[in-house]
Protein backbone atom coordinates (compact mmCIF):
# COMPACT_ATOMS: atom_id res chain seq x y z
CA UNK A 1 0.00 0.00 0.00
CA UNK A 2 1.16 3.68 -0.52
CA UNK A 3 -0.06 6.21 1.53
CA UNK A 4 -1.16 9.69 0.26
CA UNK A 5 -1.21 13.00 2.21
CA UNK A 6 -2.79 16.04 0.10
CA UNK A 7 -3.97 19.21 1.94
CA UNK A 8 -4.59 23.32 1.26
CA UNK A 9 -1.20 24.91 2.70
CA UNK A 10 -1.62 25.53 6.93
CA UNK A 11 -3.81 22.75 7.18
CA UNK A 12 -1.40 21.04 8.87
CA UNK A 13 -0.03 18.20 6.71
CA UNK A 14 3.40 18.07 7.27
CA UNK A 15 2.77 17.88 11.23
CA UNK A 16 0.83 15.31 10.41
CA UNK A 17 3.03 13.43 8.42
CA UNK A 18 5.55 14.03 10.90
CA UNK A 19 3.47 12.29 13.15
CA UNK A 20 3.52 8.61 11.47
CA UNK A 21 7.56 8.77 10.19
CA UNK A 22 8.22 9.68 14.23
CA UNK A 23 5.59 7.40 15.79
CA UNK A 24 6.35 4.25 13.32
CA UNK A 25 9.83 4.56 11.81
CA UNK A 26 10.21 1.16 10.67
CA UNK A 27 6.66 1.33 9.11
CA UNK A 28 6.45 4.38 7.18
CA UNK A 29 8.85 6.35 4.74
CA UNK A 30 8.80 9.30 2.79
CA UNK A 31 9.13 9.78 -0.67
CA UNK A 32 11.61 12.02 -1.24
CA UNK A 33 10.60 14.66 -4.42
CA UNK A 34 12.40 16.86 -6.73
CA UNK A 35 12.00 20.30 -6.60
CA UNK A 36 13.44 23.37 -8.43
CA UNK A 37 12.61 25.32 -5.45
CA UNK A 38 15.63 26.32 -3.62
CA UNK A 39 16.59 24.61 0.03
CA UNK A 40 14.66 26.69 3.19
CA UNK A 41 16.35 27.14 6.50
CA UNK A 42 17.52 23.72 7.63
CA UNK A 43 16.30 21.84 4.51
CA UNK A 44 19.27 18.95 3.45
CA UNK A 45 19.23 17.79 -0.03
CA UNK A 46 18.21 14.60 -0.18
CA UNK A 47 16.30 14.47 3.27
CA UNK A 48 13.53 17.28 2.34
CA UNK A 49 14.24 17.46 -1.27
CA UNK A 50 16.28 16.51 -4.06
CA UNK A 51 16.85 20.40 -5.13
CA UNK A 52 17.92 20.29 -8.51
CA UNK A 53 18.15 22.74 -11.36
CA UNK A 54 15.54 23.19 -13.77
CA UNK A 55 17.60 21.40 -16.84
CA UNK A 56 17.94 18.48 -14.67
CA UNK A 57 14.61 18.12 -13.69
CA UNK A 58 13.71 18.70 -17.47
CA UNK A 59 15.87 15.78 -18.53
CA UNK A 60 14.41 13.68 -15.79
CA UNK A 61 11.07 14.36 -17.57
CA UNK A 62 12.08 13.30 -20.57
CA UNK A 63 14.23 10.14 -19.31
CA UNK A 64 10.31 8.94 -17.17
CA UNK A 65 11.99 9.18 -13.88
CA UNK A 66 8.82 11.12 -12.60
CA UNK A 67 5.41 8.98 -11.91
CA UNK A 68 4.02 12.59 -11.62
CA UNK A 69 4.98 16.25 -11.40
CA UNK A 70 3.99 19.52 -11.30
CA UNK A 71 4.48 23.27 -11.43
CA UNK A 72 2.86 23.79 -7.83
CA UNK A 73 4.09 27.41 -7.64
CA UNK A 74 4.71 30.00 -10.84
CA UNK A 75 7.88 28.55 -12.38
CA UNK A 76 8.49 25.88 -9.28
CA UNK A 77 8.43 22.44 -10.49
CA UNK A 78 8.01 19.34 -7.73
CA UNK A 79 8.20 15.60 -8.97
CA UNK A 80 7.60 12.14 -7.85
CA UNK A 81 10.23 10.22 -8.27
CA UNK A 82 9.57 6.24 -9.35
CA UNK A 83 12.72 5.11 -7.75
CA UNK A 84 11.74 6.81 -4.97
CA UNK A 85 8.41 4.05 -4.72
CA UNK A 86 10.63 1.51 -5.09
CA UNK A 87 13.73 2.17 -3.08
CA UNK A 88 10.82 2.28 0.15
CA UNK A 89 9.27 -1.01 -0.85
CA UNK A 90 12.73 -2.60 -1.33
CA UNK A 91 13.04 -1.65 2.71
CA UNK A 92 9.88 -3.18 3.54
CA UNK A 93 8.54 0.04 4.14
CA UNK A 94 5.20 1.85 3.48
CA UNK A 95 5.70 4.95 1.42
CA UNK A 96 4.09 8.34 2.18
CA UNK A 97 3.67 11.24 -0.20
CA UNK A 98 3.64 14.44 1.11
CA UNK A 99 2.27 16.23 -2.15
CA UNK A 100 0.06 18.75 -3.67
CA UNK A 101 -3.86 18.21 -4.44
CA UNK A 102 -3.16 17.75 -8.57
CA UNK A 103 -0.83 15.26 -7.56
CA UNK A 104 -2.04 13.45 -5.29
CA UNK A 105 -4.97 12.70 -7.62
CA UNK A 106 -2.97 11.71 -10.14
CA UNK A 107 -1.05 9.21 -8.10
CA UNK A 108 -4.18 7.86 -6.87
CA UNK A 109 -5.67 7.60 -10.48
CA UNK A 110 -2.27 5.51 -10.91
CA UNK A 111 -2.25 3.28 -7.78
CA UNK A 112 -5.88 2.92 -7.64
CA UNK A 113 -6.70 0.29 -5.07
CA UNK A 114 -3.35 -0.12 -3.78
CA UNK A 115 -3.30 3.34 -2.72
CA UNK A 116 -4.65 5.24 0.53
CA UNK A 117 -5.54 9.25 -0.58
CA UNK A 118 -6.31 11.25 2.21
CA UNK A 119 -7.11 14.79 2.41
CA UNK A 120 -6.38 16.85 5.23
CA UNK A 121 -9.01 19.82 5.81
CA UNK A 122 -8.95 22.68 7.76
CA UNK A 123 -11.98 23.61 9.79
CA UNK A 124 -12.53 26.32 7.58
CA UNK A 125 -10.84 29.11 5.43
CA UNK A 126 -11.68 31.93 7.83
CA UNK A 127 -9.78 29.57 10.57
CA UNK A 128 -7.30 28.99 7.38
CA UNK A 129 -6.53 32.62 7.33
CA UNK A 130 -6.05 32.81 10.84
CA UNK A 131 -3.49 30.03 10.91
CA UNK A 132 -1.20 31.32 8.22
CA UNK A 133 -1.54 35.26 9.35
CA UNK A 134 -0.27 33.64 12.97
CA UNK A 135 2.62 32.00 11.08
CA UNK A 136 4.19 35.39 10.55
CA UNK A 137 6.51 34.40 8.20
CA UNK A 138 4.92 34.69 4.79
CA UNK A 139 3.46 38.25 3.33
CA UNK A 140 -0.06 39.43 3.05
CA UNK A 141 -0.01 38.72 -0.76
CA UNK A 142 1.32 35.42 -0.27
CA UNK A 143 -0.95 34.36 2.04
CA UNK A 144 -3.54 35.59 -0.14
CA UNK A 145 -2.63 34.02 -2.64
CA UNK A 146 -2.54 30.69 -0.65
CA UNK A 147 -6.07 31.48 -0.04
CA UNK A 148 -6.98 31.61 -2.74
CA UNK A 149 -5.42 28.24 -4.26
CA UNK A 150 -7.00 26.75 -0.55
CA UNK A 151 -10.44 27.72 -1.89
CA UNK A 152 -9.70 25.79 -5.38
CA UNK A 153 -8.27 22.59 -3.60
CA UNK A 154 -11.19 22.28 -0.93
CA UNK A 155 -13.78 21.70 -3.99
CA UNK A 156 -11.24 18.74 -4.53
CA UNK A 157 -11.57 16.79 -1.35
CA UNK A 158 -14.50 14.54 -2.89
CA UNK A 159 -11.38 12.91 -5.28
CA UNK A 160 -9.92 11.37 -2.12
CA UNK A 161 -10.43 8.28 -0.39
CA UNK A 162 -10.72 10.20 3.00
CA UNK A 163 -11.11 13.53 4.32
CA UNK A 164 -9.31 14.21 7.88
CA UNK A 165 -11.03 17.84 9.37
CA UNK A 166 -7.90 19.21 11.18
CA UNK A 167 -10.04 20.65 14.06
CA UNK A 168 -7.37 19.33 16.66
CA UNK A 169 -4.21 18.03 16.06
CA UNK A 170 -4.72 15.16 18.53
CA UNK A 171 -7.99 13.93 17.57
CA UNK A 172 -6.93 14.53 13.82
CA UNK A 173 -4.23 12.64 14.19
CA UNK A 174 -5.40 9.91 16.22
CA UNK A 175 -8.31 9.82 13.26
CA UNK A 176 -5.42 9.52 10.92
CA UNK A 177 -3.55 6.76 12.20
CA UNK A 178 -7.60 4.76 12.41
CA UNK A 179 -8.06 5.70 8.81
CA UNK A 180 -4.89 3.77 7.94
CA UNK A 181 -6.03 0.76 10.10
CA UNK A 182 -9.25 0.56 9.13
CA UNK A 183 -8.06 0.09 5.44
CA UNK A 184 -5.03 -2.32 5.58
CA UNK A 185 -7.91 -4.95 7.51
P1 LIG B 1 7.03 23.36 -0.22
O1 LIG B 1 7.75 24.16 -1.26
O2 LIG B 1 6.30 24.23 0.77
O3 LIG B 1 7.91 22.32 0.42
O4 LIG B 1 5.90 22.52 -0.99
C1 LIG B 1 4.94 23.13 -1.77
C2 LIG B 1 3.89 22.13 -2.17
O5 LIG B 1 4.42 21.18 -3.11
C3 LIG B 1 3.34 21.29 -1.00
O6 LIG B 1 1.93 21.22 -1.12
C4 LIG B 1 3.97 19.95 -1.23
O7 LIG B 1 3.19 18.92 -0.68
C5 LIG B 1 3.99 19.89 -2.75
N1 LIG B 1 4.88 18.85 -3.27
C6 LIG B 1 6.04 18.39 -2.73
N2 LIG B 1 6.57 17.42 -3.49
C7 LIG B 1 5.72 17.23 -4.53
C8 LIG B 1 5.72 16.34 -5.66
O8 LIG B 1 6.60 15.50 -5.86
N3 LIG B 1 4.67 16.44 -6.51
C9 LIG B 1 3.66 17.34 -6.34
N4 LIG B 1 2.68 17.34 -7.23
N5 LIG B 1 3.63 18.21 -5.30
C10 LIG B 1 4.65 18.15 -4.41
Known amino acids: MIIILCAPSGSGKSTMVKHL ?3 YPNRYELSISCT ?4 RGQEVNGREYYF ?33 IERIQQAGHT ?7 KGGINLKRLFGDEALSIFIAPP ?8 L ?11 QKRLAKANIE ?8 VTIVNDDLQRAKKELEEKIARTKE
Open 21 to 23: LTT
Open 36 to 39: TRAP
Open 52 to 84: ITREEFEKKIQEGAFVEHEQVYEGLYYGTLRSE
Open 95 to 101: PIFDIDV
Open 124 to 131: SIEELSKR
Open 133 to 143: HGRGDTSEEMI
Open 154 to 161: MADACHFD
